[in-house]
Antibody, heavy 120, light 107 residues
Framework: QVQLKESGPGLVQPSRTLSLTCTVS????????VSWVRQPPGKGLEWIAA???????DYNSALKSRLSISRDTSKSQVLLKMNSLQTEDTAMYFC??????????????WGQGASVTVSS | DIQMTQSPASLSASLGETVSIECLAS??????LAWYQQKPGKSPQLLIY???SLQDGVPSRFSGSGSGTQYSLKINSLESEDAATYFC?????????FGGGTKLELK
């Protein structure tokens, strides 16, 4: 059974660094990519970053200078770090599995989300 | 970045009706378009990928179509469980971008 589970601190002070972990089961990180997507309260979805099955990475250009995505395949975990947090970064953060068929991408399974509030 | 303009922002329909939701891309996305359904407090669920391919387990009353810059999601014979917010996603080019969402209310 494919599962993704996000974990994080919940509350982060402004200007500090956020660290989120996505722990996956039911599939291998060397066969599938993982993306991070966030959703501010009551608003739409924003794609943040992705790490491919081969380990290469892509970032939202608007956030790239603040982001780092990495993985630990031995632990089946994908890690997202975002620095210089502001109140606008308050959101639900989701991780999602994706794969590339050769012609198209499919982002087919999502975690339940981790709520992050930026406040002093 | 590719901009995705989704319409309408909200929609009210009756059980058994058929509705359509549109997404317009700022440039050609070559059918690299997915549709998701999200219910309150839940994560998005994939309905359609590559513009018109139905994800396993999704009811056949959902269908996707389109090409180039214009895409649509059609829901036939609305059921109560279809009340949700629907998002399109272009995965043609990084950064992937979502439409603003359509909130579907059942009368």
């Amino acid at each position: 059974q494919v599962q993704l589970k996000e974990s994080g601190p919940g509350l982060v002070q402004p200007s500090r660094t956020l660290s989120l972990t996505c722990t996956v089961s039911g599939f291998s990180l060397t066969s599938y990519g993982v993306s991070w997507v966030r959703q501010p309260p009551g608003k739409g979805l924003e794609w943040i970053a992705a790490i491919w099955s081969g380990g290469s990475t892509d970032y939202n250009s608007a956030l790239k200078s603040r982001l780092s995505i990495s993985r630990d395949t031995s632990k089946s975990q994908v890690l997202l770090k975002m620095n210089s947090l502001q109140t606008e970064d308050t959101a639900m953060y989701f991780c999602a599995r994706y794969y590339y068929s050769g012609d198209y991408y499919v982002m087919d399974a999502w975690g339940q989300g981790a709520s992050v509030t930026v406040s002093s | 970045d590719i901009q995705m303009t989704q319409s309408p922002a909200s929609l009210s329909a009756s059980l058994g009706e058929t509705v359509s939701i549109e997404c317009l891309a700022s440039e050609d996305i070559y059918n690299n378009l997915a549709w998701y359904q999200q219910k309150p407090g839940k994560s998005p669920q994939l309905l359609i990928y590559y513009a018109s391919s139905l994800q396993d387990g999704v009811p056949s009353r959902f269908s996707g179509s389109g090409s180039g810059t214009q895409y649509s999601l059609k829901i036939n014979s609305l059921e109560s469980e279809d009340a949700a917010t629907y998002f399109c996603l272009q995965d043609s080019e990084y950064p992937w971008t979502f439409g603003g969402g359509t909130k579907l209310e059942l009368k």
